[in-house]
């Protein structure tokens, strides 16, 4: 059984950083992209940045470049993002989610197979 369990969120002040993790079990670690979207309130689900199976490859929605790193440890089968410089506009329940089969579109949520639960983040002005 497929698992990804995000870590808590949180609370933090704008300006301020918080990392996030993920935690993925129940499939070939390495084999799969990954990538982490939000969905804030009354809003679609969009893409914040997503992570090649080596590592090596990485994308950002342009309003987190410089702001978010996304990384991953193949051998903890663990997902990051750091977020720094966080804004009142970066406030949303934050996914994570695991595909395989569409690497070259992973900006969008098809292209995912396996998502998980979400945690809340909150930036407060």
């Known amino acids: 059984q497929v698992q990804l369990a995000e870590s808590e969120g949180g609370l933090v002040e704008a300006g301020g950083s918080l990392r996030l993790t993920c935690a993925v079990s129940?499939?070939?670690?390495?084999?799969?992209?990954l990538g982490w979207f939000r969905q804030a309130p009354g809003k679609n689900r969009e893409f914040v940045a997503s992570?090649?199976?080596?590592?090596?490859?990485?994308l950002y929605r342009d309003s987190v470049k410089g702001r978010f790193t996304i990384s991953r440890d193949n051998a903890k089968n663990t997902l990051y993002l750091q977020m720094s410089s966080l804004q009142p506009l970066d406030t949303a329940a934050y996914y994570c989610?695991?595909?395989?089969?569409?690497?070259?579109?992973?900006?969008?949520?098809?292209?995912?197979?396996?998502w998980g639960q979400g945690t809340q983040v909150t930036v407060s002005s």
């Open positions: 129940g499939l070939t670690f390495s084999r799969y992209y």
């Open positions: 992570i090649s199976g080596s590592g090596s490859n990485v």
């Open positions: 989610a695991a595909g395989t089969n569409r690497p070259l579109q992973r900006g969008i949520e098809s292209a995912y197979d396996y």
